[in-house]
Every structure is written in structure tokens, then in C-alpha cells.
């Protein structure tokens, strides 16, 4: 019922910011909690920062540190990592997902295909 797409990943230096942008199809767009996930070489899958269906509950991982903003517009479809003072760690493959339990299930509903970012020193 929902299909995302990333874009606005990129090689940017350290210090830098990007802005993510998660583009959902499907009308049960606006039910779901949004996040944002990453995967670095060589290193698991991670929680990035999650949105409920409303915006009014968010989380961030404690490496965000608040240069990541996470952010979602339900009238476009889309949900945002706004990403400042970038560090070469922050380097991986970063994935928009979906799910409609707001994320308290061990399973995801919906992964979008990744998009990457990469940091340099």
C-alpha cells in the first residue's frame, strides 16, 4: 500500500549538510509513523530518527546529537532528514521506511530503496 523513494543523498565534506527527502505513494500515507535508517560498510542497520503519523512524536538516535532534523509533510507525501554538520561517520546508505505500529513491532511494513551518503574529512 506504499511505496517510498529516496532522494538527496551525495558527497559532501565534513561539516556540510544535506537534505534527505522520502517520497511515499499510497492514500495511507499520512497513518503511518515515518523513519529514517542507516547501514555504514561493515556495520548493522540502524535507527536514524522516527515521526509519528502526526509529527507531534519523534525520536532520534543518540548520535544525531541535534544536527539531524527529522520532518514530514503529510499534503506532499513526503518525510525529510534535514542533516547538518555532517561527519565522515556519518557515512552509509540511508533508507526511508514505513509502518504503521510506529515503529513498536519487530517488523518494518515498508523500505525504500536507499539513498547514499557519503562524508568526506
Known amino acids: 500500500q506504499v511505496q517510498l523513494v529516496e532522494s538527496g543523498g551525495g558527497l559532501v565534506q565534513a561539516g556540510g549538510s544535506l537534505r534527505l527527502s522520502c517520497a511515499a505513494s499510497g492514500r495511507t500515507f499520512s497513518s503511518y509513523a515515518m523513519g529514517w535508517f542507516r547501514q555504514a560498510p561493515g556495520k548493522e542497520r540502524e535507527f536514524v530518527a522516527t515521526?509519528?503519523?502526526?509529527?507531534?512524536?519523534?525520536n532520534y538516535a543518540g548520535f544525531v546529537k541535534g544536527r539531524f532534523t527529522i520532518s514530514r509533510d503529510n499534503a506532499k507525501n513526503t518525510v525529510y532528514l534535514q542533516m547538518n554538520n555532517l561527519k565522515p561517520e556519518d557515512t552509509a546508505v540511508y533508507y526511508c521506511?514505513?509502518?504503521?505500529?510506529?515503529?513498536?513491532?519487530?517488523?518494518?511494513?515498508?523500505w525504500g530503496q536507499g539513498t547514499q551518503v557519503t562524508v568526506s574529512s
Open positions: 521506511a514505513a509502518d504503521s505500529s510506529g515503529f513498536a513491532g519487530r517488523i518494518t511494513d515498508y
Open positions: 515521526i509519528s503519523w502526526s509529527g507531534g512524536r519523534i
